[in-house]
């Protein structure tokens, strides 16, 4: 499956952005989606994450709880990242990842997916 991220772009601290996620090759619903970021000189972490198999299993990042959603539309092949009220310190490239067989206790897991597209960038100025 190949993924391509869209929607990153510059805002101002408190504004939102949409990230979609969109996938092609594969049989998209089956597949745990997650969103991981990289800031500079940081190491990448999970932000959010959605189980496939029609289980819809969601788990966020502690530091994005409640500021992000993150939905998924498999008509659409597409997983979405909603962030609201952006801090400077969400300035980061954002990945999505999908793996076919991910369980959901390592959702939070980089190393675990097999598919990852080539980010986008989102940068919150103050």
């Known amino acids: 499956v190949q993924l391509v991220e869209s929607g990153g772009g510059l805002v101002q601290a408190g504004g939102s952005l949409r990230l979609s996620c969109t996938a092609s090759?594969?049989?998209?619903?089956?597949?745990?989606v997650g969103w991981f970021r990289q800031a500079p000189g940081k190491e990448r972490e999970f932000t959010a994450a959605?189980?496939?198999?029609?289980?819809?299993?969601?788990k966020y990042a502690d530091s994005v709880k409640g500021r992000f959603t993150i939905s998924r539309d498999n008509a659409k092949n597409t997983v979405s990242l909603e962030m609201n009220n952006l801090t400077p310190e969400d300035t980061a490239v954002y990945y999505c990842?999908?793996?076919?067989?991910?369980?959901?206790?390592?959702?939070?897991?980089?190393?675990?997916?097999?598919?990852w597209g080539q980010g986008t960038q989102v940068t919150v100025s103050s």
């Open positions: 990842a999908g793996d076919l067989n991910l369980i959901v206790g390592l959702m939070h897991t980089a190393n675990q997916y097999d598919y």
């Open positions: 090759g594969g049989t998209f619903g089956r597949y745990t």
């Open positions: 959605i189980s496939g198999w029609g289980r819809s299993a969601i």
